[in-house]
């Protein structure tokens, strides 16, 4: 089984960085995703990691360790329309399904 | 080209009755999942097919819920004897590559369904 941590709320200004937690405890281990998702709207990918290290596209950044059993997802020049669910999920070793993480709410002001 | 598509976007139904969600792929897409997502979490893992065949079905909470793909392409799900509990938002999902390790899926907008 898969459990998976996340923050529940956090609070960000336009313009500013945030960084978005993720703790995960596995039985195995093919991958980390992380999904952005508008309210009442579908999760739309933005990154995957399956080896450790940074990974980068735009804005965007997410980073692994494996060993540590953590992720991040860092958002630069934060904008208004940023605001939004973002997911955590991970993908066990022995199957292609995800295990989701409960969302972290940013809510970017200002 | 199109996304994953749902049908209906919302239902509403009374406690007892019987009722479809139906899933379109992306088109070429193999892989297809089904994930309910209720108020406040993540996505939650029901059913996963490879072409026409349930993969993995040990999502599904009870015999009440049912999947088919019959021809490879859209998926039904199927819901007997609805309950106020089953009132959440069926996600649908699709992959490209046959083996469903390393590629990314792709969801669709979703089906609410409420049952009174």
């Known amino acids: 089984g898969q459990n998976i941590d996340q923050p529940t709320e956090m609070t960000a200004t336009e313009g500013a960085i945030v960084q978005i937690n993720c703790t995960y405890q596995?039985?195995?281990?093919?991958?980390l995703f992380w999904y952005q998702q508008h309210a009442g709207e579908a999760p739309t990918f933005l990154s995957y990691?399956?080896?450790?290290g940074l990974e980068e596209k735009g804005r965007f950044s997410s980073f692994l360790s494996r060993s540590k059993g953590y992720s991040y997802l860092l958002l630069k020049e934060l904008q208004m329309k940023d605001s939004a669910s973002y997911l955590c999920?991970?993908?066990?070793?022995?199957?292609?399904?995800?295990?989701f993480g409960k969302g972290t709410m940013l809510l970017v002001s200002p | 080209g199109a996304g994953v598509s749902q049908t209906p976007s919302n239902k509403v139904t009374e406690k007892g009755k019987y009722v479809e969600l139906r899933c379109d792929p992306i088109?070429?897409?193999?892989?297809l999942y089904w994930y309910r997502q209720s108020l406040g979490q993540g996505p939650e893992f029901l059913i996963y097919f490879q072409g026409t065949g349930a993969a993995d079905d040990s999502g599904l909470p009870n015999d009440r819920f049912f999947a088919v793909r019959p021809e490879g392409s859209v998926s039904t799900l199927k819901i007997q004897r609805t309950e106020r509990g089953d009132s959440a938002v069926y996600l649908c999902?699709?992959?490209?590559?046959?083996?469903?390790?390393?590629?990314?899926?792709?969801f669709g907008p979703g089906t609410r369904l409420t049952v009174l």
């Open positions: 999902a699709s992959s490209l590559s046959t083996d469903g390790f390393t590629d990314t899926q792709y």
């Open positions: 999920a991970v993908r066990d070793g022995g199957y292609s399904t995800l295990t």
């Open positions: 088109s070429g897409h193999t892989a």
């Open positions: 596995t039985s195995g281990f093919n991958g």
């Open positions: 990691n399956v080896l450790d």
